[in-house]
């Protein structure tokens, strides 16, 4: 790998371990306030928006200037919405300014590698920022948990700490700090010498090219399927990224802090899958892994009735001085398999995409159109959580409902590519 390439792996592993972190620290944030259940798929809703109506503008800022620049404004941003909460603003209000910072980080963590490395490092590099994205997922979500738990309030609560109120303030101005220094280390990110057009001087014309941008991806042969499967899969890994705190709090009894833990699990399984998919899926080969995607809807329908009545009462093990029940023990190696089967279908499903996006069009418009349909599909499932939570339909149902749409959509790809290859040489396109 090219000099810089670490330092662009270490910048996200700060970054992504602070917005994993922050997740926790704002639903813990809602539960001090005492919100209803359907407010929490809304924190996400005003995360996303961003995504979706800066979509034309954001690909262009990130090709305007150095995206190591963008990458430290977006963390600054991201810093500035955790002080805001800290400062008394509702956090779906904070966390649409987290958004904002978000939405501009993504085209240019993503567009860099396309211009730093060759097109055969791309699935390697993609799956060392999956496994650093993965490893922070982790330790963010663990270290988010941690700080919101009740060892953390009775110690906050004697403390008697200016503007940090709750074991939830603590830990977003913890979050803050971590974005702090994802911002300084962008700055060490060398300069990779692309330079594009500032299209930021003609703002007219934006929407335009973001159009064209959309259709040309859409009507390529290749590049549909990857982006298909991709929105599909990232809209449901963040509508699932909820559920399972909801999962875990009503099928096995724990607490947000436990079952960010559970959650951070899932994280070990990508890494797993995403090394896999580095190791043993040549780009040319990407679309191969296509019934991955059906398995994975499979296994989140199957998660959905796992629960702690499964297991005889106060059945478990001694870990020193710790017991530990067998159904949280259980629940580990099925949300690891859900996190690998996960990161080996799509390590290779952004690598071709990106490949395709950057030959076709410029880095970061190509990604700011995969980031559109992405959140777009983001806002849609959760939108549909935030209802079906109105309804009191029960979580494993509505994990069921999630699960099964994915299979169907996955199948529905599979038979879109196979049309395609029998028109269209696909592995040609790919070595273009």
């Known amino acids: ?3 810089g390439f670490y330092t ?14 922050l997740l926790i620290a704002a639903i813990a944030m809602l539960s001090v306030m005492h919100s209803a259940s359907w407010v929490t798929p809304l924190l996400q809703i005003f995360f996303t928006v961003s995504y979706v ?28 919405g955790c002080a805001l909460m800290i400062l008394g603003v509702h956090p779906m209000i904070a966390y649409g300014v987290v958004g904002l910072g978000a ?31 993965v490893g922070s997922t982790i330790l963010g979500t663990v270290i988010g948990g941690a700080l919101v738990s009740q060892y953390v309030q009775h110690f906050i609560g004697g403390a008697h700490f ?20 994802a911002a300084v280390i962008n700055i060490g990110i ?47 890994a963040v509508t699932l990224q909820l559920l399972v705190l909801k999962w875990a709090a009503a099928n096995l009894g ?34 191969k892994v296509l019934p991955i995607g059906v398995v994975t809807g499979a296994v989140a329908v199957g998660m959905a009735f796992y629960n702690k009545d499964l297991f005889p009462s106060g059945s478990g093990v001694h870990i020193g001085p710790l017991f530990v029940p067998l159904y949280i023990l259980g629940a580990y190696p099925l949300m690891i398999l859900l996190g690998a089967l996960s990161g080996f279908f799509i390590v290779p499903m952004n690598a071709i995409l990106q490949h395709r996006g950057a030959t076709l069009l410029s880095a970061g418009a190509s990604i700011a159109v995969q980031n559109f349909n992405q959140n777009l599909a983001v806002l849609s499932m959760l939108g549909a959580y935030a209802l079906l939570l109105t309804t009191n339909l029960p979580v494993e149902w509505i994990i069921v409902v999630f699960g099964v ?13 196979a049309r395609n290859e029998r028109t269209v040489d696909l592995g040609a396109l790919v070595e273009e």
């Open 103 to 133: 939405a501009a980080y993504s085209p240019a963590k993503y567009g860099i590698l396309t211009e730093l490395l060759p097109p055969e490092k791309l699935i390697p590099a993609n799956a060392w920022l999956e496994s650093a994205t």
């Open 1 to 3: 790998m090219k000099k």
């Open 53 to 80: 109506l800066l979509a034309p503008f954001v690909g262009a800022f990130s090709d305007s200037i150095q995206k190591r620049y963008v990458m430290f404004v977006s963390n600054a941003l991201k810093a500035g």
């Open 190 to 236: 060398p300069d990779t010498g692309a330079r594009y057009p500032n299209r930021l001087k003609e703002p007219s014309k934006l929407v335009g090219d973001f159009i064209h941008a959309f259709k040309v991806l859409w009507s390529d042969k290749l590049a549909q399927i990857a982006l298909w499967v991709t929105t599909l899969l990232w809209g449901a």
């Open 405 to 417: 749409f994915i299979c169907v959509m996955m199948w529905l790809a599979m038979r879109r590519h």
């Open 162 to 181: 200016v503007l940090i109120r709750s074991a939830a303030d603590a830990a977003m101005f913890a979050v803050m700090i971590v974005y702090a220094a």
């Open 8 to 21: 662009i792996i270490a910048a996200q592993f700060v970054s992504s371990l602070a917005d994993n972190a």
């Open 254 to 287: 724990l607490s947000l802090s436990k079952a960010a833990v559970l959650q951070g699990v899932t994280g070990l399984g990508i890494a797993i899958g995403a090394s896999a998919a580095a190791a043993w899926v040549p780009l040319r080969s990407s679309l």
